[in-house]
């Protein structure tokens, strides 16, 4: 019998995206490292949990697990994953009491104990019903949280939902906050946050009727870095580590391993050699790639030193042991200073960049030198005419900026080091190669 956690279901939902339904069954669970019952049976619990989440939804609105996966060009359809976010956060049992506490709230202020009492009338009969001391843990999360606040005076205390934010805007502020929330989480990290947060604007929205001057989408996002939402899944767990400096315990699948995840088989029989290599590093930082939308983990391992994982590849996280202040300290100021001229994350030796970039012919504004400027980073314009300007930088190796300079096409020349220069170079002239053989008349 395989123990499975969240991480098959990202890795399974990042290789369904990303592979865009080219495997079959059998090539699909060779390459996520799993059997063919085990993909029936995600495959399966995924169509559940959608279901799950969707049944409260008019007919018209429901999904399916097909369409849930489905891209769709003309509009900003909720990134992958959101839905086990959702649905992985809270158990049924506090879903249901969750829910009624905060439905009682919204009518007036209670206490504790009146609360429980709405909670034992109200809750499905085959829901456990909790007792006082579960209803007055619910409180304090609710209240932590911001969900709710305490009511001044004294004991007993009551409890009221706090939805200012909501009830205290007009309609063209509630509109004008949504559009706000809608283009920072779909445009900033992380973002799962802000999803959450757009998906109740939008219920308070739909409840005032405003749907017919609101439009439901102002703007249409044609492309989510479904990575990005499938990293910060963990990203919570190594940011609390690096709160209370613990070093975390891993399963990494690395890019080049052909395998992403591995049942964990308690099985004897069954028990088989996993492709992952189990890690132990204290974290000190994540960088974010937005030249490719994923997140990186930087850490330290006494055997190894300064060590970097693509998220993608974690997987089983286990908290361990607190190191000293002064300890994680000196190594994340080691790690600072090793990665200062880092364009990503590379530690290699500084190199001087110098690159001519031109001013495109013609148009209304000079988005080159703006978008040199907005990604550029520390690089600064050290010369500049009418027609082209030259762009200096110094980064670690040249390996992380080469992608972004290659993305400027016949805008960009590399003018230093020269060997940056050559394999440019080179790149063209394969590129070149490959419409070569084209007739002038086709």
Not at 358 to 375: C, D, I, K, S, W
Request: aromatic share 12%; charged share 30%; net charge negative.
């Amino acid at each position: 019998m395989a123990r499975e956690s969240f991480d098959k279901e990202i890795q399974f939902l990042r290789m369904l995206v990303l592979t865009g339904g080219a495997y079959n069954r059998q090539q699909f669970a060779e390459r996520l490292g799993i059997s063919v019952h085990t993909f029936d049976k995600t495959l399966r619990y995924l169509k559940e949990v959608v279901s799950s989440v969707y049944q409260r939804l008019p007919q018209e609105e429901s999904k399916e697990f097909a369409e849930s996966l489905r891209f769709n060009y003309y509009e900003s359809a909720d990134p992958l994953l959101l839905f086990l976010f959702r649905a992985k956060s809270l158990k049924e049992t506090e879903s249901h009491r969750l829910s009624l506490i905060l439905t009682s709230l919204q009518e007036q202020t209670l206490t504790a104990m009146e609360l429980l009492d709405v909670c034992c009338c109200g809750l499905p009969s085959d829901v456990p019903l909790p007792d006082e001391k579960t209803i007055r843990s619910d409180l304090k999360y609710l209240e932590e949280v911001g969900v709710i606040r305490r009511e001044p005076g004294g004991r007993p205390y009551r409890y009221t939902v706090q939805n200012e934010l909501l009830t205290k805007l007009t309609d063209a502020e509630l509109i004008d906050l949504y559009d706000f929330v809608d283009v920072m989480a779909n445009t900033q990290v992380p973002s799962v946050q802000g999803y959450l947060l757009r998906d109740s604007l939008k219920k308070s929205l739909a409840a005032r009727s405003l749907n017919d001057d609101f439009n439901s989408e102002p703007f249409l996002y044609k492309y989510h870095y479904f990575s990005r939402i499938l990293d910060e899944a963990h990203l919570y767990t190594v940011f609390h580590a690096i709160r209370h400096r613990r070093k975390l315990r891993f399963l990494y699948f690395p890019p080049r391993k052909r395998k992403s995840y591995a049942s964990k088989n308690t099985n004897p029989l069954f028990e088989r050699e996993t492709e992952g290599i189990l890690e132990t590093v204290l974290p000190l930082r994540v960088v974010y790639d937005h030249q490719y939308g994923r997140c990186y983990l930087i850490g330290h391992n006494s055997r190894q030193g300064i060590m970097k994982f693509r998220m993608e590849g974690l997987t089983e996280f286990e908290e361990g042991d607190t190191v000293p202040e002064e300890e994680f300290a000196r190594k994340l100021q080691d790690i600072e200073e090793k990665m200062k001229y880092s364009w990503v994350t590379d530690t290699g030796h500084p190199v001087k960049i110098r690159a001519r970039f031109y001013h495109p012919e013609g148009a209304p504004a000079n988005f080159v030198r703006e978008r040199v400027m907005l990604q550029g980073q520390w690089g600064t314009i050290t010369e500049e005419d009418e027609a082209s300007f030259i762009y200096e930088i110094t980064v670690n190796g040249i390996t992380e900026i080469k992608p972004w300079l290659r993305s400027f096409g016949s805008s960009c020349e590399v003018l230093e080091p020269l060997r940056l220069r050559r394999e440019f170079i080179a790149e063209w002239k394969e590129i070149g190669a490959y419409y070569a053989s084209v007739r002038e008349n086709l």
